[in-house]
């Protein structure tokens, strides 16, 4: 079946330490995003990529950084350098560019401090 | 798990009752929008969406209706099930800046059997 997959579910991260979580996605789309979301908020854009080898940061991309060397590939570096990193981790992709296009979701990871 | 509904406005309906979840938005060059379910612990699904030259759209058992004058979108769930209790929010393409979707904080429907 077509869709996103992104792992590990769960990640600990020990003070000091950068974490990558996976997201991989099978739809061919051209866009991958990567959403963070905190209790009762809504989703904040941290980095999106319209195109290989191409990306830009969203609203709150500080403490975090992404590459994007094949289409079906978008992983997220939570770094050391981000103070609050307890969240849930949303990665979603695009047909198209844009924000005319549904987005479609992973199942997300949720990240928690030891 | 930690649930992502703390905090959010709840609506709260029997089943087989029709539910109306609203969403407000700010900005008159949105042109897109989508509804989606987010069930606890899961990522958000897409429901319906509608463009801006639409003021109604229906699919199988929600519709969704958008009046531009007052910047406001409504996302009805007719003969409401257990299985639609979830968190709902809507989203847009506010056509401004780098171009891609803006989320609302959500609504929680709970449906009682």
């Known amino acids: 079946d077509g869709g996103i997959t992104q792992s590990p579910k769960y990640l600990f991260r020990k003070e000091g330490q950068n974490v990558t979580l996976s997201c991989e996605q099978n739809?061919?789309?051209?866009?991958m995003y990567w959403y963070r979301q905190d209790p009762g908020q809504g989703l904040r854009l941290i980095y999106y990529?319209?195109?290989?080898?191409?990306?830009q940061k969203g609203d709150i991309a500080e403490g975090y950084s992404v590459s994007r060397e094949k289409k079906e590939s978008f992983p997220l570096t939570v770094t050391s350098a981000q103070k609050n990193p307890t969240a849930f981790y949303l990665c979603?992709?695009?047909?198209?560019?844009?924000?005319?296009?549904?987005?479609?979701f992973g199942d997300g990871t949720r990240l928690s401090i030891l | 798990g930690e649930s992502v509904g703390l905090h959010l406005p709840t609506l709260s309906v029997q089943e087989g009752d029709n539910s109306i979840i609203n969403c407000a938005y700010s900005?008159?060059?949105?042109?897109?929008f989508i509804w989606y379910k987010q069930e606890s612990g899961k990522g958000p699904q897409f429901i319906i969406d509608?463009?801006?030259?639409?003021d109604k759209r229906q699919g199988q058992r929600v519709t969704v209706l958008l009046n531009k004058t007052v910047k406001h979108l409504s996302l009805q769930i007719a003969a409401t099930q257990p299985g639609d209790s979830a968190v709902y929010f809507c989203?847009?393409?506010?056509?401004?800046?780098?171009?891609?979707?803006?989320f609302g904080k959500g609504t929680m429907l709970l449906v009682s059997p």
């Open positions: 739809l061919n789309h051209d866009a």
């Open positions: 900005n008159s060059a949105s042109d897109y």
């Open positions: 989203a847009e393409n506010r056509n401004s800046g780098y171009s891609t979707l803006t």
């Open positions: 979603a992709s695009s047909l198209g560019q844009g924000g005319e296009q549904p987005q479609h």
């Open positions: 990529s319209q195109i290989v080898n191409d990306f």
């Open positions: 509608i463009r801006s030259n639409m």
